[in-house]
């Protein structure tokens, strides 16, 4: 970040650079193609010589201006926007994995990218699962081809927070690339640059957009990783500025190669959406304290998981990293309750998938998004077949705590 607050340095960023009329915000490039007077000069682009969009696939003005609120987020050095969140992940692990290495990811993963570990191992990437709330689990599993660490800072749906210090120290020390998913935390909440990542992923659908109306994904260097001692870097994009070649591969052969672009329109909404992430993060996190404090002391759950709950076994590591313990939350009902029924008789809160919604939304998780995994996979994250996620919006918190005491009643 700039030495400007969080939310001003967002509000204003896009005036960094001029803007065609005097517009407060980068308007919409809907081109896919590009015109250069002098072709030297294209020729410059497409080599990374000069900056510049070369075709709509690889990036536009408006997705561009979009990557600069997420790196001054982040503190990072550049960003590569994608479609999804999923987007992001998959190119970049298919942009710098090679056949034969091995990855050590956290145990509690988010469904659709435990899905996708699944389909690297396929293709001979050696995928090994951990308790990552412990770096000494990690340091176990690591091998001679162990290429990254990829880590969520709080863990969907279960919430676990992971030795994000003490792994980042490890990847520091051996020279491995640590992948840290900031989704549910947020750039507001969490900067992983302080732990020493080297990339961070954010799903912009989640909280930095935050209005459920547009899929987005990005990937941060945040040039503490040293590329030029890292092997799969492709000789053509080992030139000009060594922090920024990891970004560059992720560009060309994950963005560029696989296609998964981020539509200006889309870019353009959650830009708007970022202006106001740490307004709606503090008023998510409230409520998901007060709520999660209220089912914790119900007679009718059995559990709830929460970050901000002293009984939370992380708790004082989520106080000592993060400003706020975000709006993801879950708890399983007791005995004899149906959690269908339940979900049926709430009326504000709605069954939906998406997170961070400015709507409070609640889904049964081992039915739906993790129901590809099995019961045996799911037991080892700790997932319950009552399991109840919510993702906390920003409605008044009396009224959320008084919806779930008549659904529970």
């Keep these: ?4 607050g969080f939310t001003t340095a967002i509000l204003h960023s896009d005036r960094s650079r001029p803007i065609e009329h005097g517009a407060l915000h980068k308007p919409l490039h809907h081109s896919v193609a590009f ?53 992001a992940i998959a190119s970049t692990l298919i942009a710098l994995l090679r056949a034969g290495d091995h990855v050590v990811s956290s145990r509690f993963l988010f469904g659709n990218t435990n899905s996708l570990f699944d389909t690297l191992s396929r293709w001979g990437i050696a995928i090994e699962f951990v308790d990552a709330t412990d770096a000494a689990n990690v340091v176990r599993a690591l091998t001679p081809a162990t290429r990254m660490v ?29 992948v840290v998913d900031n989704t549910m935390t947020s750039p507001y909440l969490f900067a992983p640059r302080r732990v020493h990542a080297s990339l961070i992923i954010n799903s912009l659908t989640k909280c930095i957009g935050g209005h459920g109306n547009a899929l987005g994904g990005a990937v941060t260097d945040t040039g503490l990783f040293d590329w030029t001692k890292y092997p799969h870097i492709h000789d053509g994009y080992r030139k000009g500025d060594p922090s920024r070649w990891g970004a560059w591969q992720i560009r ?61 076994p992380q708790h004082e590591r989520a106080k000592l990293l993060f400003r706020d313990f975000g709006g993801l939350l879950s708890f399983e009902l007791a005995d004899g309750i149906d959690c269908f029924d339940f979900l049926n008789k709430l009326q504000i809160v709605i069954s939906s998938s998406n997170l961070a919604d400015n709507r409070t939304l609640a889904i049964p998780v081992a039915h739906t998004i993790y129901f590809e995994m099995g019961a045996e996979r799911r037991a080892s994250m700790g997932i319950a077949e009552s399991l109840i996620r919510v993702s906390t919006g920003i409605e008044e918190e009396e009224d959320l705590i008084a919806d779930f005491r008549q659904a529970l009643a």
Excluded: W
């Design 150 to 178: 990829f880590v969520e800072t709080i863990a969907n749906p279960r919430t676990q927070v992971a030795d994000l210090a003490g792994i980042g120290e490890l990847c520091r020390t051996r020279g491995i690339v640590y």
């Design 35 to 87: 015109e250069y007077a002098d072709a030297r000069d294209l020729v410059r682009v497409f080599q990374g010589e000069l900056s510049g969009y070369s075709y709509g696939r690889q990036g536009t003005p408006t997705t561009a201006a979009l990557e600069d609120k997420i790196t001054t987020m982040e503190g990072g050095v550049t960003t590569v926007a994608f479609g999804s969140g999923m987007g």
């Design 252 to 312: 060309k052969k994950g963005l560029r190669d696989i296609g998964t672009t981020l539509s200006p329109e889309a870019a353009h909404h959650l830009a708007v959406g970022a202006e106001t992430l740490a307004l709606r993060v503090q008023k998510t996190s409230a409520n998901a304290l007060k709520l999660a404090q209220n089912l914790e002391s119900h007679p009718r759950v059995r559990r709830a998981y929460y970050p901000g709950l002293a009984s939370h």
């Design 1 to 4: 970040m700039s030495d400007q």
